[in-house]
């Protein structure tokens, strides 16, 4: 048994991964049972390719690289883990017959929980709560990070328009004048690789802004200043749209 | 009854939602008792906020809102449903207790699919393959969606960095010419709001395309041409680093 505090400190980093993140006191110690504590000094492998997956993993500290090799012994890096994540879960659920579908290896020192996939699992069949605690946070989850593409592609699709509509504006442009490009939208979105709802969302909201106007294929730059705002980035936060 | 080739149909378009990525058609079957075809129209309600989670949704049309509403009747969009995704089952999983957090309603004419809270989560408490499965699915996604974050981000980043140094740089400086700033690493990651391991990255993969160099506080600018090409993106695909 290890003592009480020491415990407490694991759970809540457990919690800090998506598959921990609902399960309170009693459920992480159940789900503790067979958890081993795991040293992995920096260039160690952990586990290869085509392995039987018996245990699933959660970082406390440093990270890991998943990776594949090809034939002729080039190394593709699928994924980085880092602390707070786990990694080889989805093949755990996949059942006993599983093997890794990539190498594993520590790119620092890294400190590692190893769960036995067996136990896990009973775990699971013996709970239905924690079973649906799961899936709520994982659903949970991923709404939240389909939501931060969302923003991000919006903010890399900003870049790209704002920064070509400057490079059609003339460097002598006035501030405060007002442009006019004839730029047909849908050559532009597709000159620009931005898909034709984003490029509609982004374009209602640089007008939301002031920023622009849009008539037909003409664009107006109506604040030559703004647009050149968002993509200088003068201050300490990233910028964004709305 | 309906006819087999409707539900082929059916299966295919569930499994796009990580829910139903990993089920065969028998156990699509066994998920589907009970479920309901809807058509919502644009501007109609689906639930209100407070309600009974009852149901859980499959978009297979159109698209709905989640919103919530603030005391000064302003509206905040939390989400965006398209077609292939579900919504409201993290709800779902939360328990018969469950009450929806957030409003809904049809932003185009939408067609549904609504799941029964009760019938589902006894499928999934008769099943732990079809738990696992729908485990294992989402873990995947997961890991997906970490990724193409962690690229998204570098983009990002990228875009920031990079058109500072061109800002930075002289305006007549020749094509080929090294440019030397200095500007200590920490203090223009912390300006440009990028994490420092991102910059690090960042920085690594400027230099390994022969774009910089960095040497302590001073980062030589090695190809104006190049630099401006990642920013200034004349060809139809997004600028990508490595």
């Known amino acids: ?32 049972v067979g958890m081993q504590i795991l040293e992995l000094p920096q260039g160690t492998a952990l586990f290869h390719h085509g392995q039987p997956a018996n245990r699933f993993f959660f970082v406390r500290a440093g990270q890991v690289k998943l990776f594949r090799v090809s034939p002729d012994g080039h190394e593709k890096i699928i994924e980085i883990i880092r602390a707070g994540q786990t990694f080889a879960e989805a093949v755990m659920f996949m059942g006993e017959q599983a093997r890794y579908p990539v190498n594993c290896e520590a790119i620092e020192d890294t400190r590692l929980l190893a769960f036995d996939q067996k136990k896990f699992l009973q775990v699971l069949e013996q709970s239905h709560e924690i079973s649906f605690g799961m899936l709520a946070a994982m659903s949970r989850r991923l709404h939240m990070l389909v939501n931060q593409i969302d923003s991000l592609t919006l903010q890399n699709a900003t870049y790209r328009l704002v920064m070509y509509l400057l490079e059609e504006a003339p460097r002598e442009a006035r501030p405060g004048a007002d442009l006019e490009l004839t730029t047909p939208k849908s050559a532009l979105a597709s000159r620009l690789a931005i898909q034709p709802e984003t490029f509609s969302r982004l374009l209602a909201k640089l007008r939301d802004q002031g920023l622009i106007e849009v008539h037909g294929p003409h664009i107006i730059l109506r604040n030559l200043q703004g647009l050149r705002e968002l993509v200088y980035v003068p201050a300490a936060e990233p910028p964004r749209l709305g």
Chains 1, 2 share one sequence.
Do not use: H, I, K, S
């Open 1 to 32: 048994m290890r003592p009480f505090q020491v415990e407490n400190q694991v759970f809540g980093e457990l919690r800090q991964a998506y598959l921990f993140a609902d399960a309170d006191d009693e459920q992480l110690t159940r789900l503790c």
